[in-house]
């Protein structure tokens, strides 16, 4: 997916971006502010193989997704209050996510080619100090909302439900994506869902550049 410097839509005071070259100082701000979030993940863990992203460091991490997005490519939409970058989605063409194409348990399915994904989003994160004020369900909604005007089709996500704990899960809970018309697919294993919903194309697409 390709960068869209379009893609900027406005809520009252909130709005969101599509990460792109502009954008990338934000979101950088925002991942830096949680020392890359997740150990120094940089969102990048789903985008590379597991042997890949364990030999790099937390600054090559940021540098892996920082190239990518400026060379073009898109990894997910940012959320703003005011002008201050507080949630993020990292959502994307289905094989832009390395992790989930070499995941055993998701290969096991063997799905038809025609059920084969044309999106997919892995991760959803709201900045600490803006936590219980519904942020996750906003970005989430935000990034099916480009996927609808990129053109649509089917989206995998991989939510994580584990009992008792009740910090919030950085794949989004499955609950959230029932509420947004997703279905369960299948366990990829104890606590991961595999999920999917068809978005219709926006009759306002987009332009884009795959």
Not at 2 to 28: A, C, G
Not at 34 to 41: F, I, P, Q, S, T
Not at 107 to 134: M, N, Q, V, Y
Not at 185 to 208: C, F, H
């Amino acid at each position: 997916m390709k960068d869209n410097k379009k893609s900027e839509v406005k809520i009252h005071n909130e709005h969101y971006k599509l990460m792109n070259e502009e954008t990338w100082p934000d979101f950088e701000a925002m991942f830096q502010k949680h020392r890359g979030v997740r150990g120094g993940c940089w969102c990048t863990f789903h985008q590379c193989s597991s042997s890949q992203f364990q030999k790099m460091q937390k600054e090559e991490r940021r540098d892996f997704h920082r190239q990518r997005v400026l060379g073009g490519t898109s990894t997910g939409v940012i959320y703003y209050e005011e002008d201050c970058p507080v949630a993020w989605c990292e959502f994307g063409r289905a094989d832009l996510f390395e992790q989930i194409n070499r995941n055993r348990a998701y290969l096991s399915l063997a799905l038809p080619i025609a059920e084969k994904p044309e999106w997919r989003i892995c991760c959803i994160f709201t900045d600490k100090e803006h936590r219980k004020e519904g942020l996750s369900k906003k970005v989430l909604a935000a990034a099916l909302k480009l996927i609808e005007e990129m053109g649509g089709g089917k989206v995998e996500a991989f939510p994580l439900e584990i009992p008792g704990n009740e910090k919030p899960q950085y794949t989004g809970t499955v609950k959230m994506y029932l509420d947004e018309g997703f279905q369960i697919v299948a366990p990829l294993s104890k606590n991961q869902m595999l999920m999917e919903k068809y978005v219709t194309k926006s009759s306002m697409e987009t332009e884009t550049k795959d």
